[in-house]
T-cell receptor, first 112, second 112 residues
Framework: RKEVEQDPGPFNVPEGATVAFNCTYSNSASQSFFWYRQDCRKEPKLLMSVYSSGNEDGRFTAQLNRASQYISLLIRDSKLSDSATYLCVVNRGGGGADGLTFGKGTHLIIQP | EPEVTQTPSHQVTQMGQEVILRCVPISNHLYFYWYRQILGQKVEFLVSFYNNEISEKSEIFDDQFSVERPDGSNFTLKIRSTKLEDSAMYFC??????????FGQGTRLTVV
């Protein structure tokens, strides 16, 4: 099983729609979970951290299911500027200096 | 807003040459990282650095690679004898303990 697995897409979604991404991870010892977005040839930028209780930031909602080792991201009322690759990122577990494991990313295209 | 800065933005080097990629992490962060992304592929962890020593490294980070914090602000990645397959975008990142990592804008390394 791959360490962090995502549907690569692309997801073609009309502006204003709601879109959901899923991610699974294999390391049950993982402690920290994040969604990053990456624009073409740019650095990954933190979108939001993911907590067990679920968390929301404006139009974005993230959920974590530790039992199923599953992370989700929901984007409501999508904007053209949401077009990007969304990276599911998991800490390998253990101390704070552990490297992050990235999924390959899900490519989102918002269409006018 | 504090940010991670990297220089140069693009480096072209001949195979077999040494390169040094430079990074200035966010000033109050204690954990530093190097990642790389080969064009079209996922972001891959190379090494993490804490308290003036390597805390973890991946299988990619072989004897050709080294890291150093030569002073209180810079963090460098050296590749001793570059190969064609070292061509990639190299991202520096920094974080506080158990917190999200913030990435620099990257150095695009092209080995010819």
């Amino acid at each position: 099983r791959k360490e962090v697995e995502q549907d690569p897409g692309p997801f073609n979604v009309p502006e204003g729609a709601t879109v959901a991404f899923n991610c699974t991870y294999s390391n049950s010892a993982s402690q920290s979970f994040f969604w990053y977005r990456q624009d073409c040839r740019k650095e990954p930028k933190l979108l939001m951290s993911v907590y067990s209780s679920g968390n929301e930031d404006g139009r974005f909602t993230a959920q974590l299911n530790r039992a199923s080792q599953y992370i989700s991201l929901l984007i409501r009322d999508s904007k053209l500027s949401d077009s990007a690759t969304y990276l599911c990122v998991v800490n390998r577990g253990g101390g704070g200096a552990d490297g992050l494991t990235f999924g390959k990313g899900t490519h989102l295209i918002i269409q006018p | 807003e504090p940010e991670v800065t990297q220089t140069p933005s693009h480096q072209v080097t001949q195979m077999g040459q040494e390169v040094i990629l430079r990074c200035v992490p966010i000033s109050n962060h204690l954990y530093f990282y190097w990642y790389r992304q080969i064009l079209g592929q996922k972001v891959e962890f190379l090494v993490s650095f804490y308290n003036n020593e390597i805390s973890e490294k991946s299988e990619i980070f072989d004897d050709q690679f080294s890291v150093e914090r030569p002073d209180g602000s810079n963090f460098t990645l050296k590749i001793r004898s570059t190969k064609l397959e070292d061509s990639a975008m190299y991202f520096c990142a920094s974080s506080e303990p158990y917190r999200e990592a913030f990435f620099g804008q990257g150095t695009r390394l092209t080995v010819v």
